[in-house]
């Protein structure tokens, strides 16, 4: 799709090489074309030295950020390593100019242009508010950073967070589809990556440069898909938020992991042999998932804290193995959840949650083994129960689960980054336990 008047192509002016001619050419002609062959790339040089910088496409002038959206910018651009501050001022400055009452063509709205079918699934709070524009700003990192994930996850190479921006306005199947960036999205990703140069030259975002209010291209529409396939694309506009925004940002749930994801836990019953879960060729059924109701990016609620089961296709990466990693998390609440599962035996560990003031607190992270403790759906904190899973040779008729942990925090602080224990590598050997994170809330 072409965004109209949100980026310039300068072409080049057409030069026209004389032809070779059968007769001679006299030296006072040569001379007199060089001489205005010479006038002319003068004059083109000095017209080209006039031009400033900001003209080019590769730095867009964008408005200042508002202070509200700035903190909120800073909060939610940590969410996972593709995002910075400038490339979300930068996104926001593309979709709305930073109004909460904008909407876009395709029914996207508010600060960050979601649609309601983003705005539902990547909500921070049950309760959140579409009016409410930090809640809008977080819920726009979490979409980027697990369609980040999910590129990653899909083998597409390239910069991933321009992947990521074509996936949020062309869908992610046309990404994996073109195995880059599709021809819709070009001109939205040129945009976006333009904003967000200007945006790193500023004070607020470390640059040498203070903003001043510069007109900007009208905000596009965006098509946009966090799975495979794309959500249905709602038919109405979402009327304008009227309410106030509030200052303070919304607590962020579920917490993307797609971008940490490094081992395969879940293999279809058609190809079981591709998983390795526990450092034996086994794995989790992603039909007998399925049937308890864990299908790719389903929300499962569990002692009420709501969780997003991994959403990528079996045979792909879909866990974080407890390898000593560190995994960015950007939310407040009581308590943080995860759901979890061990192989080869139980497995634990220390983790340390590291809160915005740089303080912490050391928990430990644990798991039962995923089918030696798991002898039916009414077990201690079973999550999700299969009666199966799959192995190198085919269905293994022994039942696997998933289980609930939680953990209190401070209250009234922020939390940063989660570092996990070093209990294996994302590929256990055999005999080896480990510890897999399908999915982290705080709440």
């Not at 396939?229 to 303070?248: N, V």
């Not at 979890?340 to 035996?345: D, E, I, K, P």
């Not at 609930?404 to 996990?420: D, H, N, T, W, Y």
Request: net charge positive; proline share 9%.
């Amino acid at each position: 799709m072409r965004l109209a008047g949100a980026w310039s192509r300068r072409k080049a002016d057409n030069i026209t090489r004389p032809g070779r001619h059968g007769g001679r050419l006299r030296h006072r002609a040569i001379t007199a074309g060089l001489a205005a062959c010479l006038a002319l790339l003068c004059a083109a040089a000095a017209a080209l030295s006039l031009v400033p910088a900001a003209a080019s496409v590769s730095s867009l002038a964008g408005r200042p950020v508002p202070a509200v959206q700035l903190q909120a910018i800073r909060s939610a651009a940590p969410s996972c390593p593709v995002l910075s501050p400038q490339r979300l001022a930068a996104q926001l400055m593309t979709a709305s100019k930073f109004d909460p009452h904008a909407t876009t063509a395709d029914g996207g709205s508010g600060v960050a242009g979601l649609t309601r079918a983003q705005w539902r699934q990547w909500m921070p709070a049950p309760d959140a508010a579409p009016s409410n524009v930090p809640a809008n700003i977080v819920a726009l990192a979490h979409d980027v950073c697990n369609l980040a994930g999910q590129v990653r996850v899909a083998g597409v190479r390239g910069n991933q967070w321009r992947l990521a921006l074509a996936a949020f306005h062309s869908g992610l199947r046309a990404v994996i589809t073109t195995r880059g960036i599709p021809a819709s999205a070009v001109g939205y990703v040129n945009t976006v990556a333009a904003y967000a140069n200007w945006y790193a030259q500023q004070l607020v975002f470390g640059g040498a440069r203070v903003p001043t209010p510069t007109p900007a291209p009208t905000p596009t529409s965006h098509h946009a898909s966090a799975s495979v396939p794309a959500s249905p694309k709602p038919q109405a506009k979402p009327a304008a938020a009227a309410s106030t925004p509030s200052a303070t940002a919304a607590p962020a749930p579920e917490i993307p992991l797609a971008s940490d994801f490094d081992n395969l836990g879940v293999t279809s019953d058609s190809d079981p042999t591709v998983g390795n879960l526990d450092g034996n060729q086994s794995a989790f059924s992603a039909q007998a998932l399925a049937a308890d109701g864990a299908t790719p990016g389903a929300k499962i609620t569990f002692d009420g804290v709501p969780f997003i089961w991994p959403d990528v296709a079996p045979g792909m990466p879909d866990n974080v193995t407890a390898s000593g990693q560190t995994i960015s998390a950007i939310g407040s609440g009581k308590m943080l959840s995860m759901l979890v599962t061990a192989g080869w035996g139980s497995a634990s560990g220390t983790a340390t949650v590291v809160y915005s003031d740089g303080s912490t607190t050391n928990f430990t992270v644990g798991s039962p083994d995923w089918f030696r403790s798991c002898p039916s759906q009414a077990g201690p904190d079973v999550v999700i129960y299969t009666p199966y899973r799959n192995q190198a040779s085919g269905r293994g008729d022994f039942s696997a689960c998933v289980f609930f942990l939680s953990v209190p925090l401070q209250a009234g602080k922020m939390v940063e980054r989660i570092v996990l224990p070093n209990v294996s590598t994302p590929v256990p050997g055999p005999g080896t336990a480990s510890l897999h994170i399908f999915a982290v809330t705080i709440k």
